[in-house]
Structures are given as C-alpha cells and as structure tokens.
C-alpha cells in the first residue's frame, strides 16, 4: 500500500467503512455520502443545490480511498468525485447530533429566585452585542431576565424585543397592553387575581417569547407571581411518575373564543425536549376546553392534573415580586408560568405593555452571536 494511504475503506451494499484519525471506524450510508458532498453546496447561499431526488439509482463508489486524511470517492453512475476530510466524517460518526451552541442545560430555580434573576440594563444591550448574548444565554438557561432602565415609550419595547428577533404576533395582535378595560374579553383586562398560566396555549404553536413592559404600577396590590414549570414538573417525574407519564403524553385541548374568534388546539401539559428532559409546560385553566377525553381515562388524567396544578401553586416554587415602571421581564413562554395578585383598580394606574418573539429566532441569533467571526 502506499504510503500516503492511512488505513482500508470497506465497501459494503449500502454504505462505506471508513477508519478515522482517532482510531476507530464508522459506517456511513451511500447516499448520506453522495447528498453531503461539498459540491452539493452552494458557497453563496449555504444552502444544498445538489437533488438526490433526481439521481436515477442509489449512489455507488467505483472506487474510495483515503488519503491525506481526506475520504475520496469516485461515483459510479456519473465519474463525480467527493471528497470529505476524515475530520469532518468524525462529527457524524455513529449518528453523532450536530454540535448546538444554543443547546444548554437548563438551571431550575425556586421561589427565592428574584433577587438572582440576572438584569440588564436596556440602554447597555442596544450598546453590546456581547450583553445581548448573555441575555439570551439566561433565557435559555433560566428562562426569565429582567431588562431595567427602559424608557417609557412603546418603541422601547419593540427596540428591546427586535434584539432577540421578529415581534411574533398572536391571534390578537402584534402588542397587547395589561391593563383594566371597560369591556375586557380577558382576565387580565380586570383588576381581578389572574391565576397562573403560560399565555395563549389555543394557538397551535404557542408564542415563544414573552416581553412584559411596565410603565406603571402604583395600584394596591397586583403583584407578580412567577415560576419555574421545568423545575416543578421534574419534581413531579421524580416523585409522581405515573401522573408524570399522563401529564406529559396526553394531549387535552384549549380553546380562546369571544363574538369573532374561536382558537382551538391541543397542548401536552408538560413538554419534553429532544434529550427527554422537562422543556416546560403548557397550562391556563382559562383556557382549558371542556376535556373531551373518554371519561374513563379522566379517572385517571384529572387526579394527576389536579395534582400537578397544586404543585405549581406551592410555595415552593412560586417568586412574588413588584414589577417597577421602567422593567420589563422577560420570559419563555413554553416553561416560565405566571399570574398575578389581584389588585385595587382605583388605588393608582397599573399598565404592562407585551409583545412577544420566537424561542427558534432566539437560539438562532444566539449561535450567530456567539460563534466567532459570524455575527455582523
Ligand atoms: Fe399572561
């Protein structure tokens, strides 16, 4: 053999055998080979320009080779040549998932979390690339931060939002505004205890998202209550696995309607990432259908429902803070729930401004932010 070749390439029916620089070997299929090649690629758009669709038969190598760590195969059907780095092989080897640098594990908190909730200041994100993905980092991680010295305007919150991304409209709209309405259609347009929940789960993909603006607050009452759903429903998987089970496989349905609308999906109640950790939770009794399950599996859902539900209302869990005009939290809207104590509505003015993005925009600008020589 020659000396520049560093090890045997197996061809098998399907797929290739090819030994890597670490040691080991890896399988890797025909067409993955064929589809992945650099060529397939465009250098301008980054995007595949190659169509596997259109090749007649399954891909087949002539020849492979290695040399100079780098995989050479010469196809058979049209003479193409492909060549991958022994490096590059490495990262998919075995099914290996692409590295995510927005893929981090999250940090559970309590109901003494406030004063560690991470905050920054609004003038300094618009001012630091590098704040802003610390920012996002927190919200990935603990999913809730508090922006502070924003100015009382609403373009504040749409420069504060469009750091992270698009405003991400809902079926009411691209902004709502928290305050007591003549005529509500919602709860939180009363001056009445708003019990917790994570927002407009009838939508079928819920808002990501959520930017709470404060521009006043100077009612009697009307505090913040906020928590970790990550946190509570781990707790329930450890100590509860069946009702864990039913929480977070069974589908219940939601609903919003008044005289022009009428949203309708259906949400798990506990949600579950890629890796089979607690992404978070779903929930609103306001929101909640009529179960519509057969009744006989409700004498088992209902019990494990009505549990979990008490278990967000813990003490444990629930942080209960002021909001102060000039703040506005900011939250995953697919694990963080929240509410509100009620409040005396002729005691002083209390107005939130909200609006919400997308929690995949979000982890899309934080790679780009955080990986080297990309952000521009
Ligand atoms: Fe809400």
Redesign the pocket.
């Known amino acids: 053999m020659d000396s520049e070749f560093s090890g045997h390439v197996m061809l098998q029916p399907h797929g290739l055998t090819v030994p890597l620089n670490d040691g080991t070997s890896a399988y890797f299929n025909y067409f993955w080979l064929r589809d992945n090649c650099p060529s397939s690629f465009d250098s301008q758009t980054r995007e595949r320009i190659f169509d596997i669709f259109a090749q007649a038969d399954e891909p087949v190598p002539e020849t492979a080779r290695i040399s100079r760590d780098i995989l050479e195969i010469v196809w058979r059907n049209d003479g193409h040549v492909t060549r991958y780095a022994l490096d590059f092989l490495a990262h998919y080897a075995q099914g290996t998932k692409r590295t995510d640098p927005a893929d981090l594990p999250r940090r559970l908190w309590y109901a003494d979390h406030y004063t560690a909730i991470p905050r920054f200041s609004q003038p300094a994100l618009l001012a630091d690339t590098a704040l802003v993905a610390n920012w996002i980092k927190t919200l990935l991680v603990e999913g809730v931060a508090i922006v502070t010295d924003m100015p009382d305007s609403d373009e504040a919150l749409t420069q504060t939002a469009r750091l992270i991304g698009h405003i991400r409209p809902t079926f009411f709209g691209e902004y709502f505004d928290v305050r007591t309405h003549i005529a509500p259609t919602n709860l939180?347009y009363t001056a009445r205890a708003?019990e917790l929940?994570t927002?407009t789960p009838a939508e079928d993909v819920a808002p990501g998202v959520?930017f709470l603006h404060c521009r006043a607050n100077s009612v009697l009452g009307g505090d913040s209550l906020f928590l970790d759903g990550a946190a509570a429903a781990t707790d329930l998987r450890a100590e509860c696995p069946e009702d864990f089970a039913l929480l977070s496989q069974t589908h219940i349905p939601y609903y919003c309607e008044h005289d022009d609308y009428d949203m309708r999906s259906r949400q798990k109640v506990i949600e579950l990432d890629e890796h089979g950790e607690v992404s978070g939770v779903t929930i609103s009794q306001h929101m909640a259908d009529i179960f519509d399950l057969p009744q006989d599996f409700l004498d088992l859902y209902y019990p494990a429902f009505v549990r979990f539900g008490r278990m967000l209302q813990s003490p444990k869990y629930v942080m209960r803070f002021r909001l102060e005009a000039g703040e506005c939290i900011v939250f995953d809207n697919h694990r963080i729930v929240?509410g509100r104590a009620a409040y005396t509505a002729e005691s002083g003015e209390r107005y939130l401004r909200g609006c919400y993005t997308d929690r995949g925009e979000m982890r899309s600008r934080y790679r780009a932010l955080t990986t080297p020589g990309r952000f521009k």
């Open positions: 939180a708003l929940h927002d959520q929240h």
